[in-house]
């Protein structure tokens, strides 16, 4: 598609988040102002952070852009400094100026509760852990560096909230870039972590933990999220239509 963006891009990052200060300034300059508590920075499809950007991770697999490849070489430099360290990891020749985005035409689309390779071999698929690390990586530096941009137009004084770490409820967890929640966690630019309401089904697959008066399980640690001074937010995915007494 010629429209995809990329979140590798340092150009679509640097003119969104000069869009959202420029969002929240305009907002906090009128008389709404004062009515919000707290901007929750969104991004994806489904406005919760996962992997390929606007698209569906699931189904079309990881973001082949030249920008993310350029910057996922960024990243495999950083970690690995030479050429010999990226090859004794990833067990063959190449380079860091070289290497690229792992490709597996078996793991794509996925389909939800079907088996899906949950492990990876290494050295051979150490490639794959890394582009892995590197989407975690990616994705919260993104939601950091907006939610920072809300605290310079606010001047701290207003939350800020973001959906991420799906770590129980992750599908094709490796690309869903969900794996950093800890700098969240340690960042004073997150105020409140959120997800919806479980997704796991029955075998009717009409997702009893969100009926009402269901369990309305967690998505995340939210133990740990509380341990850190954080907010836990669960969005009421409760279906509308009626479901059984």
Known sequence: SANRLSWGS????DASVANV???VNHYESTSIGKRIIAYHVAGGASGEWFGFGSRDYRTWGPDYSAANLQSFRAWLKQKYGADAALQQAWGRTVTLATAGIPTDSTRFPAHDRLPVTA???RPAQQ???DFSSYESDLVSQWILDLAH????ETNGAKLTAAFYGYTYEAYV???MAHSRLDRLLASPD???ICAPISYQASSGNNYPDRWYGGPAGFMAAVDSVAAHGKLWFNENDILAFPVPD
């Open 10 to 13: 340092q150009y679509y990052h």
């Open 21 to 23: 200060r420029n969002f």
């Open 119 to 121: 492990f990876y071999s």
């Open 127 to 129: 490639d794959w852990i």
């Open 149 to 152: 941009g809300v605290k310079l």
């Open 173 to 175: 967890p490796s690309l």
């Open 190 to 192: 997150i105020d409140i």
